[in-house]
């Protein structure tokens, strides 16, 4: 029996139902000998009822029964997610993915592995619907979402949705919602070349802090600042264009612009960017903790957020060439390597860009137009070979193996590109200056399960 000792970090999780914990602990109460999951719905206990196990196997063991709202034999990394939920989580995601819209049952079943007949199985046992009906609700669902919120036409949306035809859209929308297409959208909307969707978030949001540190940041060609919004080149699979971030803090969500060559990874793209911006976190207990923790050493600023990178081969790059150099010297080495291996793009609406160079663009280049050790540039070289190579180049915990790559260059992806919220960024050069201004250290244990957001809070002491 693997009991958690550091009740703390895992009381503050609890509390927050922050679903970035789900599956890495498990809550048991004493009084209903219940146990459950950190984003369970029911009302959270008294913690001296309580007790953290590590496995749900372990809550098991000491006598307590799964419960049947939220499901803990499903959690991420337990038995029953390791077994058939496997199968049929990665069956969702490819069908969101699009699996459906480009194949057949049986394209996705032998993708999977499975006979088309378990396939269905699983579905009648998980959802009590097939796979082809629950991708065509899946579509609507998301055309209905575009139809209230983009200036897009029908027409493009019923292909961003993943239909081959309008008529074809159309009926779906009728047989899943009752509803047609223009009835969702209710008013004639003006046609604009980008498409327009809300990321909604809990307040607050500090988004001038946001700005500033990606501005301080930009790589020229990929990324520009446009008044009070954040712009980028982006890449998803084949698709390639553009977004434009700005908040509007009245109505409490980031208005995303998208500019693509297709939407066929619309949705994909959309989830992306709440990832990236930090949108979900739970901020509101992650602020009552930490500004508890922290002040009056400090000028506590609410609603900070963790700006993230596009991608993890993005952020290791940019990882690697700011090791041991100044914020304005990695963006000088970063802007270079782009300058030289990106991949060259034109858009009437915001001129000549560029788009990050891909692994393959660096594998086997020499990198000699790098002014700084061989030694660094070899590290990129390896990385891009990690990337090319490895089944699962995005788990950065791998990346300790890669010759060059140490701990404060693995713990800084983790924090901007997986978007970890509990790394502490030891060792760091900022952190050390901005510890040296307090008269006293804050408790790191203390901030736990938060400590990014510590990182990026004596960050902005600087």
């Known amino acids: 029996m693997a009991i958690i000792q550091d009740r703390k970090s895992c009381e503050r999780a609890r509390n927050a139902r922050d679903a970035r914990f789900d599956g890495l602990f498990f809550i048991a109460v004493k009084t209903t000998k219940i146990y459950c999951r950190p984003i369970c719905p029911a009302g959270p206990p008294l913690e001296k009822n309580v007790e953290y196990h590590d496995t749900a196997i372990s809550a098991a063991q000491a006598g307590y029964r799964p419960c049947m709202r ?44 499975i006979s088309d007949r378990y396939l269905r199985e699983l579905f009648e046992t998980n ?12 579509q609507c669902l998301f055309a209905k979402r575009l139809l209230h919120e983009s200036l897009l036409p029908i027409t493009q949306i019923a292909f961003a949705s993943g239909f081959k035809s309008v008529r074809r859209f159309n009926e779906a929308m009728q047989q899943q919602l009752n509803l047609s297409p223009s009835q969702i959208r209710k008013s004639d909307k003006s046609v604009e070349n980008d498409l327009q969707l809300k990321l909604y978030y809990r307040p607050p949001f500090a988004w001038q802090h946001s700005l500033s540190f990606l501005a301080k940041r ?25 977004l434009k971030l700005t908040n509007n803090p009245v ?3 980031l208005k995303l612009s998208l500019h693509l060559d297709d939407y066929r990874h619309l949705n994909q793209i959309t989830q992306r960017a709440r990832e ?8 509101q207990g992650i602020d009552s903790h930490l500004q508890a923790l922290l002040e009056p050493e400090l000028e506590y600023l609410e609603g900070l957020r963790i700006p993230g990178i596009w991608d993890t081969f993005e952020a290791g790059v940019r990882a690697i060439l700011g090791q041991q150099v100044s914020v304005k010297q990695a963006m000088n080495l970063v802007t270079v390597f782009v300058d030289e291996l990106g991949e060259d793009r034109s858009w009437d609406t915001v001129g000549d860009k560029k788009l990050f160079p891909l692994p393959s663009q660096v594998v086997g280049h020499s990198l000699d137009f790098f002014k700084m050790p061989q030694s660094r540039k070899d590290t990129i070289r390896r990385l891009a070979e990690h990337f090319q190579s490895s089944p699962t180049p995005d788990d950065v915990d791998q990346w300790g193996d890669i010759k060059g790559i140490g ?3 693995v713990n800084y992806v983790k924090i901007r590109g997986s978007k970890d919220p509990n790394i502490w960024l030891a060792g760091d050069a900022g952190i050390n200056n901005a510890l040296k201004s307090l008269s006293q250290t804050p408790d790191i244990e203390e901030a736990k399960p938060w400590l990014s957001y510590l990182t990026f809070h004596l960050w902005n002491q600087l």
């Open 70 to 113: 939220c499901r803990p034999d499903s959690a991420p990394q337990s038995c029953a997610w390791r077994g058939t939920q496997t199968t049929f989580q990665r069956a969702l995601e490819l069908i969101q993915q699009g699996a459906l819209q480009e194949g057949t049952i049986q394209d996705l079943s032998d993708r999977l592995g």
């Open 127 to 138: 959802l009590g619907t097939s796979p082809k009906k629950y991708a065509i609700y899946q």
């Open 218 to 242: 930009v790589i020229p060609g990929i990324e520009w600042i446009e008044g009070e919004s954040y712009c980028r080149t982006i890449r998803y699979d084949e698709t390639s264009g553009y």
């Open 251 to 253: 109505d409490n969500y």
């Open 276 to 283: 990236v911006f930090d949108v979900d976190a739970p901020i």
């Open 407 to 409: 701990p404060w260059t």
